[in-house]
């Protein structure tokens, strides 16, 4: 694949496994499938993942990718693996604009937490995750109505990744992750849906920071770490 980390085909338990030295760009999912989308050129699932705000993240699979989510259906507790992505779409009147999307390249079964960890059919509650990590130097820092928003370029990759934070303590994160700054961000999908009269329902996928943290230039360890 063209991506720096290797992605290995589901393990005993049937768990996506994801293995690697450097990790740049990863999605980690984990949750009820809600809806399978077939297209023409794509197949979308539409994940429930449970938490503290309930969340439906859209995860998009193509070329062969497509096959995997086949034997899939509406209900299933699958974990899936991929990377953000980013596409370049016009409006109707031309505009071109960037569109972020979680890109599936593995989908496995899931047994509930109880009968994962003790290898055996059990009865329990199913875990469910949702976790995206980013590796990559920052290209853009601004602030609006008290919400910083990152653009972060992760190696290898021709986009940019949008991410969000709503901390509080706004003026120290600005003085320390500046454009140029090499950051490694733990991140969650964070979805919405808006409508307004006479209007078509828009869908909102945004990532928002959880940590933050800068790497070390002596060592292999991070130094510092951001709420």
Do not use: H, W
């Not at 070329?63 to 596409?87: A, H, M, P, Q, W």
């Not at 990590?133 to 653009?151: Q, Y």
């Not at 992760?154 to 120290?172: C, G, Q």
Request: charged share 25%.
């Amino acid at each position: 694949m063209e991506n720096n980390y290797i992605f290995t085909v589901c393990d005993n338990n049937k768990k996506a496994v994801l293995k690697g030295e450097k990790i740049m760009n990863v999605v980690e999912l984990q949750g009820k499938i809600q809806n399978i989308y077939t297209g023409r050129n794509v197949t979308i699932v539409t994940l429930f993942i449970k938490g503290a705000n309930n969340n439906f993240p859209q995860v998009v699979f193509n070329g062969t990718e497509r096959g995997l989510v086949e034997n899939y259906k509406k209900n299933d507790f699958v974990n899936i693996v991929g990377s953000i992505k980013v596409r370049g779409k016009r409006t109707e009147d031309g505009k071109l604009y960037f569109e972020q999307f979680v890109r599936g390249y593995l989908i496995c079964p899931i047994g509930n937490e109880m009968s994962e960890k003790f290898k055996m059919k059990l009865g329990g509650d199913y875990e469910y995750k949702n976790e995206v990590l980013l590796n990559g130097t920052i290209t853009s820092v601004n602030e609006k109505n008290g919400i910083l928003s990152f653009l972060v370029l992760p190696e290898d990759e021709k986009f940019n990744v949008l991410a969000f934070n709503y901390v509080s303590n706004l003026d120290r994160i600005k003085s320390k992750f500046t454009v140029g700054t090499n950051v490694c961000m733990k991140c969650e999908i964070q979805t919405a849906r808006k409508e307004k009269e006479n209007q078509k329902a828009k869908f909102f996928q945004n990532l928002v920071i959880k940590y933050m943290s800068i790497p070390s230039e002596d060592t292999d360890f991070i130094t510092e770490l951001y709420l």
